[in-house]
């Protein structure tokens, strides 16, 4: 476990923490108005991607500099500042004051960086509390120092059996992390599918992902099939392309057999749709049929969040083939957002 102190004056800015993988849905914005905290609390994970200034824009920064910083394909321009921003639960911070002139959310806290040690006052974060925002805080990798705390270092178990996250909320949206979560595994399925149509089964996985990978890949020629594959479920015969799951603490793929090209989607939504709950098969006596709860259906019909597709195909190398390029290029690049 650990704490993160201030580098300033070494005051412990949150209790004790536990590692766990970047989600999926750390930088989502725009989905349901109002939202929970994004992390679980008692732990934290590090965004590995360079954050705050210098902010640099792409005519400045070249296909050369940009591929070496991990970015293959145009787009708006990159913070150049320092990876390694901590993001935690807000009620695992101590200790920490808003900087009121930084809040400038719509309903609350949106600013950047607008959290402040209580002790020396040094800038330490942000606190993010607005409408269409996951509640979150964000430490500056250079204003804070992670120090080891006696603790477990992982909770119990292997990490691999987690609760399935339905997709529908009891409200009738489709759930903000699935578009989230979808989103990111897409840009996988893209790049392995070699720019060949991709035979997705029928359900949940074609009204998640089917449907977009229908709109932007070709319709005629030999398909590549797309499947799920995990702990506890090896398909035969195996698919060309398989959904694993992203192992929650570390972030690893699972590896699934020889041949068959993986693609990483959140562990939650993996276990979903390889184990989706069972559905009661009794059936109420005709005539009482309106006490017996229907199945959630969403009001529309699904979308992956465009700017974390985006955002994830232009960090896979594969985006620089000509035909992954006209794809990325369709769905828009940062430069027109
Ligand atoms: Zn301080």
């Known amino acids: ?92 911070t101590r200790d920490t004051v808003l900087i009121p002139e930084q809040c400038d959310g719509c309903c609350a806290a949106g600013g950047w960086p607008n959290l402040a040690c209580e002790r020396c006052g040094r800038t330490v974060g942000a606190r993010i509390d607005d409408c269409y925002r996951w509640q979150a805080v964000w430490l500056r990798p250079e204003a ?46 893209l790049a392995a599918s070699d720019g060949r149509p991709v035979a997705v089964p029928d359900g949940l996985l074609a009204e998640t992902f089917g449907r977009t990978l229908d709109r932007l890949l070709p319709a005629d020629g030999p398909a590549r ?59 109420l006596p005709a005539g009482e049929e309106r006490d017996d709860p229907l199945p959630l259906r969403p009001y529309r019909l699904f979308e992956p969040d465009r700017h974390l597709l985006v955002h994830r195909l232009a960090r896979l190398p594969a985006v620089r083939q000509p035909w992954l390029r006209a794809i990325y290029d369709r769905l828009g690049d940062g430069r027109q957002d």
């Open 144 to 189: 804070v120092r992670r120090l080891p705390v006696p603790g477990p270092a992982r909770p119990a178990g292997d990490g691999w059996t987690v609760t399935p996250l339905p997709p529908v909320e009891p409200d009738g949206w489709w759930s903000d992390r699935w578009s989230a979560a979808v989103a990111v595994a897409l840009a996988e399925v």
């Open 225 to 283: 099939t797309l499947g799920l594959a995990g702990p506890g479920l090896t398909p035969d015969p195996a698919p060309d392309i398989a959904l694993v799951p992203r192992h929650p603490w570390t972030g690893a793929a699972w590896q699934p057999a020889d041949g068959t090209v993986p693609a990483a989607l959140d562990a939650e939504v993996w276990t979903y749709l390889a184990f989706p709950p069972l559905r009661p098969t009794t059936r």
């Open 1 to 92: 476990m650990a704490v993160f102190a201030c580098a300033g004056c070494g005051a412990e800015l949150t209790g004790p923490v536990t590692e766990v993988a970047l989600p999926p849905h750390a930088h989502r914005e725009g989905g349901n108005r109002y939202l929970p905290a994004l992390m679980e609390p008692g732990t934290f994970a590090v965004d590995p991607e360079p954050s705050g200034p210098p902010w640099r824009p792409w005519h400045e920064l070249g296909v050369d500099e940009a591929a070496a910083r991990g970015v293959y394909a145009p787009i708006g321009g990159l913070w150049c500042g320092p990876g390694g921003a901590v993001l935690l639960a807000p009620g695992d």
